[in-house]
């Protein structure tokens, strides 16, 4: 298995999707990118899952993340699924799928957990920059479908931070207050955040949301 660490460079790999062959790196270029694991095609939360994630696509693109999903099913079936998804959810699936039948990705990026099922992938989220550094991973189970807001509200935050010397407080949303990071000495405080800054407690200063 490979380094999946924060920070650790993405795996590349070559696979076929809906949208035929992919090599993820250059398929990504300089954008960020989403890679997102579904248990297996033909199920209930899955389903709604990448219908929402096919009405979020806009959003995603505003924040210049490319988005894939992943199942270890082939792309006859993938084909097939989409048209329940579309049919179903009121919406047109918007991006690849990658046919994972041999299950290379799955390995690769560790989302088969054996203790929760030993054949088909839990529900993984990989962030990955625009330096193909892993930027955020998050595990859940089958049973739980995921929050594309939340989703859109991480990457506000990975984003924001990645460009600044910023970080974001417990239940952070775009446009609300900063935490200023505490390597910014109080004497570079002005020049960087002229909006201005609030002293809580001298490890604990904030700052209104730049433009
Ligand atoms: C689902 O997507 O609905 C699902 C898949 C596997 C196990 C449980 C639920």
């Not at 990448?50 to 992943?70: C, H, P, Q, S, T």
């Not at 199942?71 to 048209?83: E, P, T």
Request: charged share 25%; with cysteine; proline share 6%.
């Amino acid at each position: 298995m490979s380094d999946l660490k924060l920070g650790a460079i993405a795996p590349d790999f070559t696979a076929q999707t809906t949208e035929g062959e992919i090599n993820f790196h250059s398929w990504l270029g300089e954008q960020w990118g989403i890679l997102f694991s579904h248990p297996a095609d033909y199920t209930p939360v899955c389903t709604t899952e990448l219908g929402m994630a096919a009405k979020y696509k806009g959003e995603f693109d505003k924040r210049n993340v490319r988005m894939i999903a992943l199942s270890v099913d082939g792309v006859a079936s993938h084909l097939d699924w989409i048209k329940d998804i579309n049919e179903t959810q009121q919406t047109t699936i918007n991006f690849p799928i990658i046919a994972d039948e041999d299950r290379k990705v799955a390995e690769l990026y560790d989302m088969i957990h054996p203790e929760a099922d030993d054949k088909l992938t839990i529900r993984s989220v990989f962030i990955v920059g625009p330096d193909k550094k892993i930027k955020l991973v998050l595990s859940y189970p089958a049973s739980t479908g995921r929050n594309f807001d939340e989703l859109l509200r991480v990457i506000d935050s990975l984003q924001l931070t990645a460009y600044r010397k910023l970080a974001t407080p417990a239940n952070w949303k775009h446009g609300d207050d900063c935490v200023i990071s505490p390597s910014v000495k109080n004497e570079e405080i002005a020049e960087l955040f002229p909006k201005g800054h609030t002293e809580i407690k001298p490890y604990l200063r904030m700052t209104p949301m730049p433009e």
